[in-house]
């Protein structure tokens, strides 16, 4: 069954824990994304990685790490630093054009990881 | 920076009646634009994008650049058309963003 998918669903941290969101895809995409979204502001973008071992940081990246170490994977950390972590997280994938390295644009998304620290 | 700006948070119409949902935009370059919806218990999936100026379920959306806008448009909206509708775009570095969204709600 091909797809992507997040691990765990629902996840309670508490204050100052560092924790680890999954993010795996067997459709062989090139592109791995990282977004938060919150009631009312739609989908913020953490992080991105385009290929193995390299990734860049989107819109709010502060309090965040991620790595892509295999291309199925993309796992996100939310590091005590972030501020306000209690939220949903949503992974997504996509692949390039045949023959280049621009994105098709069609992105392939997970069901999410609900965050809650208490 | 590059930015999507929805102004409707929520948007009501009656069955058969035409819809418009708007979408504005900020970009420096060729932006590549695109509309994602997300049914109800559904993962968030394309609805179409600029490049192909493609019809799908009746919706269509023109780039202008002009105004730097991509609106959605559909003439006689359905009752399973109802979700959240998100304009997202992408630079030249493959990432996208996604705009705070709409939630179409139609009426019967």
């Known amino acids: 069954d091909g797809g992507i998918t997040q691990s765990p669903k629902y996840l309670f941290r508490k204050e100052g824990q560092n924790v680890t969101l999954s993010c795996e895809q067997n459709?062989?995409?090139?592109?791995m994304y990282w977004y938060r979204q919150d009631p009312g502001q739609g989908l913020r973008l953490i992080y991105y990685s385009q290929i193995v071992n390299d990734f860049q940081k989107g819109d709010i990246a502060e309090g965040y790490s991620v790595s892509r170490e295999k291309k199925e994977s993309f796992p996100l950390t939310v590091t005590s630093a972030q501020k306000n972590p209690t939220a949903f997280y949503l992974c997504a994938s996509s692949t390039f054009i045949a023959g280049g390295l621009t994105n098709t644009g069609e992105l392939f998304f997970g069901e999410g990881s609900r965050l809650t620290v208490l | 920076a590059q930015r999507v700006t929805q102004p409707e948070k929520l948007l009501s119409v009656f069955k058969g009646a035409p819809v418009e949902l708007k979408c504005n935009y900020s970009y420096s370059g060729s932006p590549e634009l695109f509309w994602y919806v997300q049914y109800s218990r559904q993962r968030l999936q394309l609805l179409l994008r600029h490049i192909s100026r493609e019809s799908i379920k009746g919706f269509t959306a023109d780039l202008n650049k002009g105004e730097t806008s991509f609106h959605l448009k559909k003439p006689f909206a359905q009752e399973e058309d109802s979700a959240m509708y998100y304009c997202a775009l992408s630079g030249h570095g493959n990432d996208m963003r996604f705009g705070a969204g709409t939630r179409l709600t139609v009426k019967p």
């Open positions: 459709l062989n995409h090139d592109a």
